[in-house]
């Protein structure tokens, strides 16, 4: 079966302290797997889409329960290696009011991190597909990731299969190795047809600043040749259980926006911004007018925020309505 | 010892995703006993009425369970039947933000769905009661919860005991037989003292449209000359765990609205309009004037909101609390 | 090693209802240590200070893990004296929506009660300390509690300590015994050099009202010539877990006024009061100007509303940044 | 309705750590109703018995669940008293392996210690019942209790109803106040046709040394010409988890002596003797003869150990089953 | 990608009440998807197989969540159809010392129970498999189970793929309809090569008795030409959490006795039959001599016993281990 | 204030899957801090002594929760530095039945495996100490550790500190890295007064092997003239949760050995050598005769068993309990 969206990245475990608690107030924490590009499979899985994961997980039982979680959800998990190593983990105590949420990284040394970068076979991970899905937390990882990200999207591009790209800069990972991350970043961009950036990673990658987003976004058209489509969210923190987001999407041809969505009472923020990038890509694929497809994917970024764990476990139908209607009144 | 209250209709058990979670996200349910009428008569029993519960459930553990836990609340419920079969059972998804709680029915071929519509035994049931609460869910499960319903509110009528009919209109229900619900309805609304619904349950029933809420109470009164009261909130949904509620009563003597109540971080809301039905009752239970009975009645069904589970634990003093003050801070 | 700062008073076990149920609606209780000075206590220990607790403990395993608790979280406990006897202890049940959290005390005849007020042996325990931080719960537990409190100020005077005392009326605890309150209090009130009172508290112990707050804080500097700071916060509750919270300070220099705090979601609201006088004394022992020290209170304050326990375990980091900034985001 | 039986002690709530903790070794507790002449209401109610409870609580909600759970498990509550004060507590850390389990109590001062013992209406509580159950831990918490005690068992001669007496010596109870433990005792006993006591109790109450079992029988049977039946358990513990019983049942006219049950992977041993009680009356009430009798109760008590909680939930069948089949597979 | 096995039969939900508590003690269910043949097909992937699921869910997030559930575990489960209707569910309160586990069936009128027998699409299904597993539950069902089961067996057939039958007798299910049990067993019986199925299995199918196990065997091969294999396990119960079980394997050329393991503390009993089952069918396909292949299965089912859940999650180096050490130390 | 022991070594944290489930077959950790050194600090500072932890943990939430819960059960944490880095962590999964309890170590890269072996200020560590405990887990964990244990022992040398010794092998540790095990154990026994090992471990160290045990004691203390005491357990194993236990001391003047504690039911079996270990220095701080000294440290060793978590906190009181009686009924 060819699949018509690979992703790759890491799996994570995260480990959250219960009911808002600090870490280890309690001696317990909730487990759930996520990751980035795992984030974004699992959501195109459950809006029906043939997804395959590529990734390299510990050779034990975390690594295997990680694995299994996907396929639960209808990811293709073939093209998971196990190697011998440790599961990247990170720590997460969920704020409220106005302490933010805090995470703990633990993830150096990961099976993932140590991983081959020329390890894949990747066209027969690629064969059929009609995309490849990264993000800029690879390379961010250390010299493997950076290699192995910038491999992966060379042989996307070499079996003409198109590049989504999440620009995702995690400060922090880049800090821990000397790789120049503003250039591999780039290295990415510039194989892309999609990317999720706004003005601020474009002044980052590019190494200027702009004056508005739309000064941003035609420089980024102008020099990256291949980009068809920029798309992000905006968001406003009113307190740490209620925001407001929308969300744009750009294309040589126009400019798109959304609805505004209020979202009072937030159950897990963690994936807004993958569940976009799901909703997106869901969009191209089913060939959406822009005008719908960028509130679909805002619908379905702000549906993230009532879901416990990193996935967005939403149906194209639960999207749907979360855009057409505001009865919000329990379903019988 | 004679009750002033008999509630009639199928007990159910509430299972429930725990911690905002979509059904099985993870292996736990919440368990709750839940069902329109017993919901009423466990709210009753707390503002301190004598109560029984008429209704059949499953000669098992499970219905043992479901009896047992009104008895707990101070329901009687020697006229609770125990056949074999199953238990009603529904799924409940608790929503957040923008994704609305979702319920997932299984009650078909229950043992109150099977039971025989002439088992009770309505004139000892009766005996000194005041009242007889039914809801339209019951002639909706089918043929015999339809001849029930009529059974229960001849006999009613046969002992001079009045009749408190709530719509609850659930087309789900309907569409699984070809019963004639309007019909069906409108022979229970004729026998109704007390009804509470609003100008679609009117709409419906009555087969036409109204330009607004006061003609469609008109209608009622003078199509049903046994009606003496009309009562219905007034819900408005700002997000899924916000929002606000008023709530109106009409006689053929004047209307009167409640104060409108903000509902921030509601915890349940299944069981408001149960809840709301027992302030109703209780008011004319204890000769309330119809402006405060509206508001103890409105301010009973927003307390619902912030207990988990679908029955109102509130008492008498902490409903005249809600309506009195707006002091929510802790009370020590 | 000496402390900056002793704190005393009562241990005691809060038990919740979990999950905003009444209490025992499921048969469990989550269990924190609390009590007004330890909270002072762990939350100045959070910060980086010397803290002693002095206090009486049920020498059982109940008395142990409350004073262990506070171990963990860096409170010297070795002025905790354990006596036959029981601990004191208050069911919680958490409200909501409109709601209010309701607290069912049961601390009589609890070890600390019954205590003998001359036991500590103050002079050891006061050496090197620059603040004894009391409250107005301890006399009111009773004539030991008076005769103790009064004590502990005593050997502070004479020790060159200084007294921080928080009025914390409380009628409840007052009306068990026929102690005079205001007379008892304002030996307390006498003493001190910082006190967290507002207007209310002056009228109750001087025995007269004011026209607003500022003639309260004129009377009380007038009458108490050792009082340098009074310190309150101002709450205003639209719901039960949406409040707004601000702070104010006065000194015979002058008054200061923090920003307002919106809290929205507020997880747990015990313990706000004792919080804020924590960040007042943090404020003093670091000596900030008073600007800066009023809003670092009230931010202390308000970042306890999002904590589970009694505690406020937030960091000086955690509360400067609730001080400087807006960004609520995930920490990462 | 008139009761069969009527039992007479205090409500407690265990409050025991989860998983075989220490006590707050997690901040969690599991909180169950118990009792010992309540866990022989409840075990009673479940054989099909009409049982009333005559107690006091505590005037709060803790009481009010305290009583619900009673009327949950079908025990008519009706006379159960509720004035203020508090509930009494005991906190229970379940033991393992070789770790004895291990009780604090926490009962001192509660509603029922404190009730005037001439409160209850005891002809009316009494009308129409068969027998009167108390037991040695009432007389045991003091003076009122005492009084209490022997207040019920006159009134119960005067009706004419019988008297079971559970001997139940807590000397740790008895130490708190100085009440003449043997005496008081003696003064139940001297009432009671049927008493569950072994041969340390008759040694104790007598104040006389027996050479073995029977000799203590026989000496009770002669100095008490009221006492028809004695009925005592024996234990063997292997391991915390591990014990057997078997029973033993002494008339006038015999002695039967029931099957060893073995005890494996105990669940909750509390109550064990409350279940054998219950068990006796239950064979009493329907004339079993003592053979099948001593068995039913042995049973009986064998199938507490492995139900959570201090009440023996167990139907006529489930008890039954055990006394005549070793075949312990799953029923399905 | 062609499976090695297809096992066909209901997908059920398992609600089972937490920590040995009887059904609803408390508010919870812990869930599990379980079923006959479910189980094998699990077993055997976490064995390294080749596994398909044939089913029928209903169309709602429970069948999904069931479904899901298999794949984690790594079965195929593409032909699990989705039809409307419920789900089968069955009640579990676990047992513990002398109180048999108990449960509670509530799978009347489930999606599989109505599912057209000849919906399915066999050839497609069996395409390339190698054995078939079925259970004589699926034809208790009902006629449509039974036709169906008959449907399976006879594609098997034509297609040369080997049946494993694994008898199964519940008398509860059959007593539901009219079917003739034994003569439709048979009718399975006679297509399959492997049979589960003991003494008591034979008499009832061919409505004869034997004098010993042996002899059944003997009659079963002489009437069932295909029949090569029979397996069963033998269990002996000291008490509800400890047992004994042997196995024991009989082919036309001899029989063979695994080793006898003592089952101490048992965690889930639910699935032993089933995890037995799976380590015979993974024997034959990797071709184990049957004195190692009994010991296997044999160790198989007592590891299932240490695991929560319906499924045994032990891989084939886990069972090896349990064959051939008695080192139960912690690995580490 | 001086410690009289003083314990080095890895402070970890423990994840373990709940209720005997594998590795995230469902989402849950609880998380206990543990460590072989830290696991008899706890329990020497239940017993009562003034005992402080050497270590380094990692800088974020999770050092300091792990440091604040040792500091809850009393050990100085003065001297636990805290650098960047992560925690070492292990998981858990406990086994049963006939299923081992599995660890997945994952410490690789730890604050404490990286810290400057120099870095510790030892003289001020040790002032004023009589013991030193260490293990042989700190120099498997590599260079680093073989370094600071060395420099610890040396340390303690020149202070005139004893050295105790836990050999604890961990065969999987050194193979991470190239040290020669053998070679840098020998160094660290030559140092010791004390030491916990068995004739394997004694053959592994001196690389010859030994007809019994005594054999190998004889030469250990030829070799080894600091060496005063060797004790070890010799653990029998009927199932995962059924053990017995004995302990033996031997000194250059006599042997000992202790009862055999039959161990039903173990909850966890993890520090059942370290409470042995904290038992022998107690008996040796207190100067128990060797007899008794035995059969204190073999009943903790046992009461561990019965203990959630790593460490034994049972009181001298309890052991001595455990020693003296086998009246195992609960304790009132």
Partial sequence: MSH????????????????????????HFDVHVGGAEANVAVSLAQFGHAVAM????????????????LRRYGVDTRHIARTPGRMGLYFLSTGAVRRPSQIVYDRAGSAFAA?????????????????????GV????????????????????????????????????????????????????????????????????????????DAAYTAAFQLFPRLDTIAATTRTQYSVDHH??????????????????ELVGIVDRIGGGDAFAAG???GLLTDM???????????????????????????VADVEAAVDTDNLDVRR
């Fill in 4 to 27: 018509r969206i690979v992703c790759f990245g890491e799996l994570l475990l995260r480990l959250t302290a219960p009911g808002r608690e600090r870490l280890l107030q309690t001696g």
């Fill in 54 to 69: 590529a990734s390299t997980v510990a050779d034990n039982e975390l690594g295997e329960a990680a694995t299994g979680t």
């Fill in 115 to 135: 991983a081959d970068p020329d390890a894949a076979d990747w066209p027969a991970i690629l064969r059929g597909a009609e995309w490849l899905h990264i993000s």
């Fill in 138 to 213: 690879t390379p961010a990882i250390g010299p493997n990731g950076a290699a192995a990200a910038q491999g992966a999207v060379d042989a996307a591009r070499a079996a003409g299969v198109k590049i989504s790209f999440d620009g995702n800069y995690r400060a922090q990972l880049w800090a821990n190795w000397d790789g120049d991350g503003p250039a591999i970043l780039r290295g990415l961009l510039e194989a892309a047809s999609l990317a999720f950036i706004n003005e601020r990673d474009i002044s980052l990658i590019l190494g200027q600043s702009f004056d508005d987003r």
């Fill in 244 to 261: 407001a987001i929308d969300a744009e999407i750009a294309t040589r041809n126009g400019h798109w926006r959304s609805r505004s969505h």
């Fill in 280 to 282: 997106v890509l869901h």
């Fill in 289 to 315: 007018p822009p005008d719908h497809l960028i509130e679909f994917a805002a619908a379905a970024s702000a549906l993230k925020h009532s879901i416990p764990g990193d996935f967005n476990l939403a149906s």
